[in-house]
């Protein structure tokens, strides 16, 4: 694929590797998921078509560069690492080691693939440092990044363009600190038990309590502003847990619809990346009609959020009346193989490996399209 430009860059991409900077680790409750997400990428990256470079990104926030970053972080031994620098030099980025006062360069960096997960890395922060550095990257912008992030603000979007989601209130961590008993009067007024509490701004099911009394409804706030300084409360319902993934920039593509049931009351963190294999179902058993709106309410979703590259859409149905009811948006999903982002494109007629050659080209395509931007104002 050859993206139009003002300068021969794109061209040149087609005769020498790609040089890809794989970015993970991060500041983030999901800092290990992002490891394995990472692990993944890396065992399979074409490695005929990119130069793959290594950036880890420590729970402190240290950047640490090496030939196998990863292994170091995996086995606890940062201490190899050098710190890494990523600039803009001459209106190219390049990522540096550094070596006390001294910078040496280690590449230039065509395209970053971000695979991290949660705050720091898929809240629109690191995508507004790309965007200041110049570079093509893979997923959101800061705007679709930040906006996803939020599962209030997500909700509060996606509900007002007319797709239905479960009742819910949103309580800062300064609230719970202060009266928590006033907050769980609050959250008792959105509906009867179960109510389901969440960190705003994290993914993973980290930090999620399934509150089914007042007690345990204590403990989820409590849990919950340990991760977050937004935790959203929201009605509990008897729910099948279906999820599509979506692919694109402007013509977005979605995924046949998967369903999840999950080994403990919903589903967890530990389903998610240690059971190897969680009960599933893709695709999910759906009417066609049902298959055909999650599919529309996920691009209907993607498009008002402003998203691009990919995203893992979910939903609930309601096991009692069948109503579905959006849930939430993941800009960077859980990316092992063994997730559901990945599963659901395989069993659609696109393999892991495809997958990440394609979310390359959207990158380098979404960057050919903005620098069509003019930046000064001609009259």
Known sequence: MIYASKSNFWVNLMTEPI??????????????VSLMSARSVLDSADKKRYQVLQVGITQEGRWLTGENALAAFESGRQAELSDAVVLNENGSAALFSRDGEKLHKVSKIDVVFPVLHGSFGEDGTMQGL?????????GAGVLGSSAAMDKAVTK?????DGTPVLDFKVFNR??????????AEESEKIAAYPLFVKPANLG???GITKAKNHAELLEGLALAARYDRRVLVERGIPAREIEVSVLGNDNPIVSLPGEIFPGAEFYTYTDKYYSGDPELAIPAELTDVQTAMIQANAIKAYRALDCA??????FLMDKNTNQIYFNEVNTIPGFTRISMYSKLWTASGMEYSQLIDK?????????ADKDQTLRRYEA
């Not at 300064?174 to 907050?183: F, G, L, P, Q």
């Not at 979310?359 to 960057?367: F, N, P, Q, S, V």
């Open 130 to 138: 790309l965007e200041v550095l110049d570079l093509a990257y893979v």
């Open 204 to 206: 993973s099911s980290v």
């Open 174 to 183: 300064s609230e719970i600190h202060t009266d928590i008993a006033k907050v």
């Open 359 to 367: 979310l390359i080209d959207l990158a380098l395509e979404r960057k």
């Open 156 to 160: 509060h979007i996606v509900g007002a």
């Open 19 to 32: 040089k890809l900077l794989v970015l993970f680790g991060g500041r983030s409750g999901e800092h290990a």
């Open 309 to 314: 590259g990919m995203a893992r859409v979910d």
